[in-house]
Nanobody
């Protein structure tokens, strides 16, 4: 099993910065990517940023150039540096871990592990 614990959320003014952290423990060798998702009230959960075990990153268009995902060398902490925050970034942010699972007769990469979430609120 894998456990994820987020921290670093809070209230910030528009234009400010926050850094989220995700502490990863358990069977981390099974993981092949980590991501940050967010969900605002009334909206679907969306992927904000992803980093693979090889270090490749990708971002939602809405956060490109403002957010940066990174991890420590041991892979036990994943970060999301958020700069130039906007009110529309307000959401609950979740850390997620991806692993390979056998489902429906084939192997698939699935975000199977989730943290409890941390709230980010950006005031205008």
């Amino acid at each position: 099993q894998v456990q994820l614990v987020e921290s670093g959320g809070g209230l910030v003014q528009a234009g400010g910065s926050l850094r989220l952290s995700c502490a990863v423990s358990g069977s981390i060798s099974r993981l092949n990517a980590m991501a940050w998702y967010r969900q605002a009230p009334g909206l679907q959960r969306e992927m904000v940023a992803q980093i693979t075990s090889g270090g490749a990153t990708n971002y939602a268009d809405s956060v490109k150039g403002r957010f940066t995902i990174s991890r420590d060398n041991a892979g036990i902490t994943v970060y999301l540096q958020m700069n130039s925050l906007k009110p529309e970034d307000t959401a609950a942010y979740y850390c997620a871990a991806r692993t390979r699972k056998w489902t429906s007769g084939r192997w698939s990469d699935v975000y199977a592990f989730w943290g409890q979430g941390t709230q980010v609120t950006v005031s205008s």
